[in-house]
């Protein structure tokens, strides 16, 4: 793939000269399901410890992992949004380890047949990031896991307790290639993945509760060299974390390798307070997993008509929504891209336009960058200045269809439709009463356009002189005067007319 | 009248249905000989009560004029392999002496909701691995049969011995089993008993304590062959949590017993006349064909070249699948837990592993973490595989060619405990014959056919196409109605 070449700037200045940084990750991301992977226990977070605990998941003898069709789907579905192959056929292995969080001793996964191949990420250019042009970042393979249960270490002075309510939970270990160059495309790429779980519903992309967390590997070598040894810092849960671990490993392998030491291939911890990294375990200490197909589990065979089902069932994805708002709603790059990052931001723009539309009798396209301007800049800008005061419940699509529906007939200025939107927010009710009740109205009555427009030119014969000798700022003066005349509220567009077709 | 206890299970169902006599009256009968019988040590648990609360309900049910199930009033011995709702499962060992599960295992719930009972929980081999039923954390079962002019006690088999003793005892009508290699066909050829393992997948694995799971099956061991295919119709069916499980009706394996085999072929595999096999065995091979001759089958010579393969494919693949299934047993949750002072995570399992786990048990989770480890997976774990495929493909050949395999069903008849304890892969052995069906999956039971010259009894054992349990079974009654095995053990316990 050519854009994969794309050389990054980012570069860390050793001793020795410049140093490329070579990054990949592995993200755990918790399907979203009512029950865990192999059984039906809630996965619900912040319940009471071990209150989420089937016999499959506290391992009881005899108990036996049934997959849970659901977990599977989000997987698959997933693995489509990143336009990658599915495999018809996969196989679930054991990851054999012993501890105190692992009920089975073992970890149900896939090694060898992963139900998602390879696929693909397009993180987005951002200059001021560091990112000069679009880049695609491969991604090697989605397989599908048990999470570990909890242990806690802070509940008695001598023990430590287990929590077995992650016990079971589906994962999808979602793996790039080494493909990501600086912390900055390594942080779009987490926010990318994040967004399409997100849009496609397979994952909350909640990282603060551990939905979504990663394994970042780095190393680092002479640009364009050899790769170099990586590192893996596990378990690292937020995008900020993900690139300061980036930028801390890549610093210190660095100064490891120019001061005449190398790298050991090893798996390390981030500590957020400190922001660094240390040593979790070395090569040598490494498990032997002995993955083995779990034998309580047949392969995993899916129909066409299931796949027909997964992939009817995926929504419009950001890239392709992104486009189709330039193209279709004419909406600027910029706009495109910020109303789609989100999916509340999207689904809360696309409800307001429909309504705008709707109110407006004219075509979504027609009205679309007024409702894009209105979403993105006008409407938070009050919602931030009113702070607290602000009800948020009371900012529904109608409500601001309303306001902008007034706004497009020239009934109310863009100040009034802020003022007004600041007391829906603040009081509820109806933009329309309130407009007429506050007097938060323009007027567009021509005829006391036109009156207080022929005070203004008989008060000022004189400059009405200069202005048909040529003096056309003069506009700007009797437009003025007129908005004054009329307490602001005169249609601004009404106002121009008239004074063009008196002034002549 | 005979004794009640003399009674198999469809004599017993049939009696307690038509008013001969009152499931009750079975049930303590039972618990009496079960009461009497503690030198065999066949059981870690009894539950007389259990027993006698199913008879009431089958007596009540009678009484209603309700259907009483197809095991209505029967009695039967529970391997301790399955799990039963608040009666200690301990699968022979230490580890999980105690355990008392919240839980039923599906094949027991079967049984009772078709109106069985239960006697109590039966001895095994620790974990189900051993061929002699010497790896017991509660002792050896000892065999209810004794070598003509000996009184040596005598290796019931595993390791469902505690089943395999308990109904050739006669204080049992009927016991599960699970086999694993062989553990219900061996002890039931040690015992004068049948056993059937049907097709992997048949019954549901559910609340077994698994050994290998895939090769873990369980099935019915009884006196008769009809009495095999009762119980095996109440255990098996569908069960949507095990996923292997095979989503098939259960057919009336009872309704269509049939001991004419006029237009049926069977198949002599020639690499099963291996060295060290018995005279005897051999000959009631012979006899067998004979028998099935008889009954309208045609012999036909086949081979399965694997054979040789199977035995030591299936002691890589089975412990492998043991070495990972038990690692669950590790003192943080239940059953045993050793925790020196002082002692770290590591440390804990260590000694409870140490101290929960029986020797052949440790062996196997040895062998099967070796097999599995980085560098010999290959060598040993992929290679077994691949042998298990080609012994599958043996069978599929040979299937070409007849409708059900004859052979004996152990190389040699019963041994005294304790003589075989010095090798164990002279124990190993013993399933040589049994482990081949067991890696293919295929429906496989043993039938008494004769005693040797010592007065021992030994099997012979039909394997049948997949999901031809019916196939299986009328060969089964074919070779029982011709060799009226009716020999007994003299009661010494």
């Given at each position: 793939m050519e854009s994969r070449k794309t050389m990054s700037n980012y570069r860390i200045q050793g001793a020795t000269g410049e140093w490329e940084v070579v990054i990949g990750l592995e993200v755990h991301a918790q399907v979203t399901s009512n029950a865990k992977l192999?059984?039906?226990?809630?996965?619900?977070?912040?319940?009471?410890?071990?209150?989420?605990?089937?016999?499959?998941?506290?391992?009881?003898?005899?108990?036996?992992?049934?997959?849970?069709?659901?977990?599977?789907?989000?997987?698959?579905?997933t693995g489509m949004a990143i336009e990658a192959q599915i495999n018809r056929w996969s196989r679930f292995d054991r990851k054999n380890y012993f501890y105190a969080d692992l009920p089975q001793g073992y970890q149900i996964s896939q090694l060898y047949h992963p139900l998602v191949g390879e696929?693909?990420?397009?993180?987005?250019?951002?200059?001021?990031?560091g990112i000069p042009e679009d880049k695609v970042i491969g991604i090697e393979r989605i397989h599908v896991e048990q999470d570990a249960g909890k242990l806690m270490h802070d509940q008695h002075p001598t023990m430590s307790y287990v929590d077995l309510n992650r016990s079971g939970v589906a994962l999808m270990e979602i793996v790039s290639m080494p493909d990501m160059r600086s912390p900055a495309e390594a942080g779009a790429y987490v926010r990318k993945l994040r967004s399409i779980l997100r849009y496609v519903g397979s994952c909350d992309g909640n990282m603060e509760e551990g939905s979504m967390r990663a394994d970042v590997n780095v190393s680092v070598r002479k640009p364009g060299g050899e790769l170099g040894t990586r590192t893996e810092t596990k378990n690292v849960n937020s995008v900020r974390f993900v690139m300061q671990v980036i930028e801390y490993e890549a610093n210190r392998q660095v100064d490891v390798i120019e001061n005449g030491g190398s790298v050991d291939q090893e798996t390390r911890l981030f500590d957020p307070g400190t922001g660094t990294t240390r040593t979790m375990r070395s090569k040598e200490d490494a498990h032997d997993y002995r993955y083995f197909p779990d034998p309580d589990l047949l392969p995993l065979e899916l129909e066409d008509s299931f796949l027909e089902e997964c992939r009817a069932s995926l929504p419009e994805l950001p890239d392709a929504k992104r486009k189709r708002y330039e193209s279709e709603l004419g909406l600027t790059p910029y706009n495109a891209r910020e109303l789609t990052a989100e999916v509340e931001t999207f689904a809360r723009f696309e409800t307001l336009l429909a309504a705008t539309a709707a109110k407006i009798g004219k075509s979504e396209a027609k009205v679309a960058t007024q409702v894009a301007n209105w979403a993105l800049s006008v409407a938070p800008g009050v919602v931030k200045s009113l702070g607290d005061e602000a009800d948020m419940a009371n900012a529904t699509a109608a409500a601001q269809a309303s306001i902008l529906a007034m706004q497009d007939k020239g009934e109310i200025s863009g100040g009034q439709a802020k003022e007004i939107y600041e007391i829906v927010l603040k009081d509820g009710g109806e933009p329309e009463t309130i407009a007429d009740e506050k007097g938060l109205k323009q007027v567009s009555d021509t005829g006391a356009i036109e009156a207080a427009i022929e005070e203004i030119l008989a008060n000022n014969e004189d400059k009405v002189e200069q202005y048909r000798g040529g003096k056309d700022k003069l506009f700007g003066f009797f437009v003025g005067q007129t908005m004054k005349a009329m307490q602001g509220k005169a249609n601004p567009a009404v106002v121009n007319q008239i004074l063009k077709d008196k002034l002549g | 009248m005979s004794e009640l206890t003399d009674l198999g299970v469809k004599a017993i169902r049939d009696g307690v249905a038509g008013g001969s006599f009152t499931a009750r009256e079975v049930a303590e009968a039972f618990n009496a000989a079960v009461a009497e019988a503690a030198d065999l040590n066949a059981f870690i648990v009894t539950t007389p009560d259990h027993a006698l609360a199913a008879a009431d309900a089958a007596d009540a049910k009678r009484a209603r004029g309700e259907d009483l199930g197809i095991m209505g009033g029967v009695p039967i011995g529970m391997k301790d392999l399955f799990a039963t709702r608040g009666v200690q499962t301990t699968a022979a060992s230490h580890i999980l002496e105690g355990f008392t599960p919240q839980y039923e295992s599906t094949v027991s719930q079967k049984l009772w909701d078709a109106g069985a009972g239960m006697l109590g929980k039966l001895n095994l081999d620790q974990f189900a691995m051993g061929s002699s039923n010497e790896t017991s954390y509660f002792g050896n079962v000892s065999s209810p049969w004794k070598k003509n002019g000996t009184n040596a006690a005598m290796s019931p088999g595993g390791s469902s011995g505690g089943s395999s003793s308990a109904v050739a005892a006669r204080i049992a009508p009927a016991a599960t089993g699970t086999d694993t290699g062989g553990s219900i066909r061996q002890p039931a050829a040690f015992t004068g008993i049948c056993g059937i393992k049907p097709t992997y997948g048949r019954c549901s694995r559910w609340g077994v304590v698994a050994f290998a799971s895939s090769l873990d099956q369980a099935g019915p061991m009884a006196r008769s062959v009809e009495d095999c295919a009762i119980m095996l119709e109440a255990m098996a069916g569908f069960d949507p949590k095990d996923a292997t499980s095979l989503k098939l009706d259960v057919p009336q394996w009872e309704a269509g017993l049939s001991a004419d085999l006029k237009g049926k072929k069977i198949g002599i595999p020639k690499e099963y006349r291996m060295d060290g096999t018995d005279e005897a065995i051999l000959k009631s091979w012979e006899q067998g064909k004979e028998w099935l001759r008889d009954a309208g089958a045609e012999i036909v010579d086949i081979s399965l070249p694997h054979t040789k393969y199977a035995l030591p494919a299936y002691y890589i693949v089975a412990p492998a699948e043991a070495s990972s299934n038990l690692a669950r047993y590790d003192g943080v949750r239940y059953g045993l837990r050793d925790l020196p002072d002082g002692a770290g995570l590591q440390d804990m399992y260590a000694a409870t592993r140490a101290a929960g786990f029986g020797d052949e048990v440790k062996r196997r989770i040895l062998i099967g973490t070796y097999v599995l480890s980085a560098g010999f997976y290959d060598a040993y774990y992929t290679q077994a595989q691949k042998i298990r495929t080609l012994v599958s493909q043996d069978f599929e050949q040979a299937f070409g060619q007849c409708d059900a395999i004859l052979a004996p069903t152990t190389p040699t008849a019963s041994f005294p405990l304790g003589s075989l304890n010095e090798d164990p892969l002279t124990m190993y052995l013993n399933d040589v014959f049994a482990v081949p069906a067991s890696l293919a999956g295929l429906p496989a039971m043993s039938v008494p056919a004769m005693v040797n010259d010592d007065g021992?009894?030994?099997?012979?054992?039909?394997?049948?196409?997949?999901?031809?349990?019916?196939?299986?079974?009328?060969?089964?009654?074919?070779?029982?109605?011709?060799?009226?095995?009716?020999?007994?053990?003299d009661k010494w316990w």
């Amino acid at each position: 793939m050519e854009s994969r070449k794309t050389m990054s700037n980012y570069r860390i200045q050793g001793a020795t000269g410049e140093w490329e940084v070579v990054i990949g990750l592995e993200v755990h991301a918790q399907v979203t399901s009512n029950a865990k992977l192999f059984s039906g226990a809630s996965t619900a977070f912040g319940a009471e410890p071990n209150t989420q605990v089937s016999l499959v998941d506290a391992a009881m003898p005899g108990m036996l992992p049934v997959p849970n069709r659901e977990c599977i789907r989000q997987a698959v579905r997933t693995g489509m949004a990143i336009e990658a192959q599915i495999n018809r056929w996969s196989r679930f292995d054991r990851k054999n380890y012993f501890y105190a969080d692992l009920p089975q001793g073992y970890q149900i996964s896939q090694l060898y047949h992963p139900l998602v191949g390879e696929g693909q990420l397009l993180i987005d250019a951002d200059e001021k990031a560091g990112i000069p042009e679009d880049k695609v970042i491969g991604i090697e393979r989605i397989h599908v896991e048990q999470d570990a249960g909890k242990l806690m270490h802070d509940q008695h002075p001598t023990m430590s307790y287990v929590d077995l309510n992650r016990s079971g939970v589906a994962l999808m270990e979602i793996v790039s290639m080494p493909d990501m160059r600086s912390p900055a495309e390594a942080g779009a790429y987490v926010r990318k993945l994040r967004s399409i779980l997100r849009y496609v519903g397979s994952c909350d992309g909640n990282m603060e509760e551990g939905s979504m967390r990663a394994d970042v590997n780095v190393s680092v070598r002479k640009p364009g060299g050899e790769l170099g040894t990586r590192t893996e810092t596990k378990n690292v849960n937020s995008v900020r974390f993900v690139m300061q671990v980036i930028e801390y490993e890549a610093n210190r392998q660095v100064d490891v390798i120019e001061n005449g030491g190398s790298v050991d291939q090893e798996t390390r911890l981030f500590d957020p307070g400190t922001g660094t990294t240390r040593t979790m375990r070395s090569k040598e200490d490494a498990h032997d997993y002995r993955y083995f197909p779990d034998p309580d589990l047949l392969p995993l065979e899916l129909e066409d008509s299931f796949l027909e089902e997964c992939r009817a069932s995926l929504p419009e994805l950001p890239d392709a929504k992104r486009k189709r708002y330039e193209s279709e709603l004419g909406l600027t790059p910029y706009n495109a891209r910020e109303l789609t990052a989100e999916v509340e931001t999207f689904a809360r723009f696309e409800t307001l336009l429909a309504a705008t539309a709707a109110k407006i009798g004219k075509s979504e396209a027609k009205v679309a960058t007024q409702v894009a301007n209105w979403a993105l800049s006008v409407a938070p800008g009050v919602v931030k200045s009113l702070g607290d005061e602000a009800d948020m419940a009371n900012a529904t699509a109608a409500a601001q269809a309303s306001i902008l529906a007034m706004q497009d007939k020239g009934e109310i200025s863009g100040g009034q439709a802020k003022e007004i939107y600041e007391i829906v927010l603040k009081d509820g009710g109806e933009p329309e009463t309130i407009a007429d009740e506050k007097g938060l109205k323009q007027v567009s009555d021509t005829g006391a356009i036109e009156a207080a427009i022929e005070e203004i030119l008989a008060n000022n014969e004189d400059k009405v002189e200069q202005y048909r000798g040529g003096k056309d700022k003069l506009f700007g003066f009797f437009v003025g005067q007129t908005m004054k005349a009329m307490q602001g509220k005169a249609n601004p567009a009404v106002v121009n007319q008239i004074l063009k077709d008196k002034l002549g | 009248m005979s004794e009640l206890t003399d009674l198999g299970v469809k004599a017993i169902r049939d009696g307690v249905a038509g008013g001969s006599f009152t499931a009750r009256e079975v049930a303590e009968a039972f618990n009496a000989a079960v009461a009497e019988a503690a030198d065999l040590n066949a059981f870690i648990v009894t539950t007389p009560d259990h027993a006698l609360a199913a008879a009431d309900a089958a007596d009540a049910k009678r009484a209603r004029g309700e259907d009483l199930g197809i095991m209505g009033g029967v009695p039967i011995g529970m391997k301790d392999l399955f799990a039963t709702r608040g009666v200690q499962t301990t699968a022979a060992s230490h580890i999980l002496e105690g355990f008392t599960p919240q839980y039923e295992s599906t094949v027991s719930q079967k049984l009772w909701d078709a109106g069985a009972g239960m006697l109590g929980k039966l001895n095994l081999d620790q974990f189900a691995m051993g061929s002699s039923n010497e790896t017991s954390y509660f002792g050896n079962v000892s065999s209810p049969w004794k070598k003509n002019g000996t009184n040596a006690a005598m290796s019931p088999g595993g390791s469902s011995g505690g089943s395999s003793s308990a109904v050739a005892a006669r204080i049992a009508p009927a016991a599960t089993g699970t086999d694993t290699g062989g553990s219900i066909r061996q002890p039931a050829a040690f015992t004068g008993i049948c056993g059937i393992k049907p097709t992997y997948g048949r019954c549901s694995r559910w609340g077994v304590v698994a050994f290998a799971s895939s090769l873990d099956q369980a099935g019915p061991m009884a006196r008769s062959v009809e009495d095999c295919a009762i119980m095996l119709e109440a255990m098996a069916g569908f069960d949507p949590k095990d996923a292997t499980s095979l989503k098939l009706d259960v057919p009336q394996w009872e309704a269509g017993l049939s001991a004419d085999l006029k237009g049926k072929k069977i198949g002599i595999p020639k690499e099963y006349r291996m060295d060290g096999t018995d005279e005897a065995i051999l000959k009631s091979w012979e006899q067998g064909k004979e028998w099935l001759r008889d009954a309208g089958a045609e012999i036909v010579d086949i081979s399965l070249p694997h054979t040789k393969y199977a035995l030591p494919a299936y002691y890589i693949v089975a412990p492998a699948e043991a070495s990972s299934n038990l690692a669950r047993y590790d003192g943080v949750r239940y059953g045993l837990r050793d925790l020196p002072d002082g002692a770290g995570l590591q440390d804990m399992y260590a000694a409870t592993r140490a101290a929960g786990f029986g020797d052949e048990v440790k062996r196997r989770i040895l062998i099967g973490t070796y097999v599995l480890s980085a560098g010999f997976y290959d060598a040993y774990y992929t290679q077994a595989q691949k042998i298990r495929t080609l012994v599958s493909q043996d069978f599929e050949q040979a299937f070409g060619q007849c409708d059900a395999i004859l052979a004996p069903t152990t190389p040699t008849a019963s041994f005294p405990l304790g003589s075989l304890n010095e090798d164990p892969l002279t124990m190993y052995l013993n399933d040589v014959f049994a482990v081949p069906a067991s890696l293919a999956g295929l429906p496989a039971m043993s039938v008494p056919a004769m005693v040797n010259d010592d007065g021992l009894p030994l099997g012979l054992q039909i394997v049948g196409k997949p999901f031809d349990e019916q196939g299986v079974l009328n060969t089964g009654l074919a070779i029982q109605q011709r060799a009226g095995f009716d020999a007994q053990p003299d009661k010494w316990w």
